[in-house]
């Protein structure tokens, strides 16, 4: 079956006992045995819920994997995959990765004595240096985020066989666009609270592989640590994935429009998309992704004041942490979602104080496109920005404001 049939019926099957056509919402913590043990494949629900492993199957047949496991965010997914890990192993690390994930590695696992090295995954050699004989594990998320670049999800695995294990954070892109188990990864994970979910509306994560022991362990993990979903979250999210494929050919055209006419500005002085050509792994995310997706990441010309203003200004484009929802969000990485990241290792991976990240939504372009042009020029002035060919205008004073504390 194709993407859009499987996400809307893979594991859909009527409700059992009354020919509810919607998997309903089993808000039950326990299940009656009818003798000791005796039971029908529940017992508990931080152990399994019928709404959460229908969502299971659900997510499992979008990522073509055989086992899938939810979890209550993206970040309990992680935190279960760290659970692979033991004291004295050492994990290799995308260096331009969710803000979160690195807060979880460097202040807590590090103090659980599993050592991590963050590298750019788009040097291969220098992936290749930072392997030791304690490396179990190599983390990936491609496109990068905020960067946008691009990492060659198959080479990493030729380098990290046989023994260690290669994850993939597949959230950008989403199984419609990325299929990472068939490039060698062996565990692919997902905020669903983004694209998956799509309606900004819950919080929620899942960890897919093809590998039945690694399955059983992560089941094992989330039952001991915890971190499980709730039935109401995992009906919002299944019932946001049944429209992934319409939802991310929409991001798609939408960024593809939005990065087009950014790029098209003299007062933009980077646009990162890996739609553009001008992407400079245009041609590895062509043949990595089947799609774009809807990220798109800009630098604006002038001080940072004006990147605040412009995020300010937007109407549309809600100032906001997280992305992929059917409504377009602004967020400032280097103070929001990239905040815990120090100021220096920031601005070496790129994330410089006039850097925005766009999460376009799936309203009309037209008016998105409209929304961006108001804000550009009004901030044009406003923030002081001195164009070539703009006569400089001393009256205009750059405007100073503060920004909200890092909240990611
Ligand atoms: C949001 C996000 C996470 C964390 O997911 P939560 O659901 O917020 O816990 C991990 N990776 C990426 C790429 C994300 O965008």
Not at 289 to 307: D, K, Q, W
Not at 327 to 352: A, C, F, Q, V, Y
Request: glycine share 8%.
């Amino acid at each position: 079956m194709d993407f859009a049939t499987r996400a809307i019926h893979a594991g859909q099957d009527a409700d059992p006992t009354t020919g509810a056509t919607i998997v309903p919402i089993y808000a039950t913590s326990t299940y009656t045995q009818a003798a000791v043990g005796e039971h029908k494949g529940f017992d508990y629900s931080r152990v399994a819920n019928p709404t959460r492993s229908a969502l299971e199957t659900q997510l499992a047949a979008l990522e073509e994997a055989e086992h899938c496991v939810a979890f209550a965010s993206g970040l309990g997914a992680e935190t279960a995959i760290a659970g692979l890990l033991s004291a004295g192993d050492h994990v290799v690390v995308s260096d331009d990765t969710y803000g979160g994930t690195y807060r979880l590695f460097t202040r807590v696992l590090e103090r659980f004595g599993i050592a991590s090295t963050f590298v750019d995954m788009t040097d291969a050699e220098a992936v290749r240096a930072a392997i030791v004989p304690a490396t179990k594990m190599l983390w990936i998320e491609t496109p990068t985020n905020p960067m946008l670049r691009i990492i060659d999800i198959a080479a990493m695995a030729s380098l990290a066989a046989p023994d260690r294990l290669v994850v993939v954070d597949n959230t950008f892109c989403t199984p419609y666009f990325q299929s990472p188990l068939a490039l060698g990864a062996d565990i692919v994970i997902h905020s669903a609270t983004k694209y998956i979910g799509g309606h900004s509306d819950a919080i929620g994560g899942a960890a897919m592989t093809n590998d039945g022991a690694i399955a059983e362990n992560l089941r094992f993990l989330a039952k001991t640590l915890g971190a499980v979903l709730s039935p109401f979250e995992a009906f919002l999210i299944s019932r946001g994935a049944k429209t992934l494929a319409v939802r991310m050919r929409e991001h798609e055209r939408n960024a593809h429009a939005v990065a087009t006419f950014l790029s098209e500005r003299d007062d933009v002085s980077e646009v990162l998309y890996p739609g553009l050509p001008s992407h400079p792994q245009y041609e590895l995310a062509r043949a990595q992704m089947s799609g774009s997706g809807g990220i798109v990441s800009v630098r604006l010309r002038g001080p940072e004041s004006r990147a605040l203003e412009f995020a300010k200004r937007t109407r549309l484009f809600s100032l906001a942490e997280s992305l992929g929802g059917v409504e377009s969000l602004i967020n400032h990485p280097g103070r929001m979602t990239h905040g815990s990241i120090p100021k220096d290792e920031r601005e070496r991976r790129g994330i410089t104080d006039g850097l925005l990240r766009l999460s376009v939504g799936i309203e009309s372009a037209r008016d998105l496109i409209a929304d961006l042009r108001q804000a550009l020029d009004a901030t044009r002035t406003a923030a002081g920005v001195l164009l070539a060919g703009d006569p400089p205008n001393p009256s205009r004073i750059p405007t100073t404001q503060s920004a909200g504390a890092p909240t990611a």
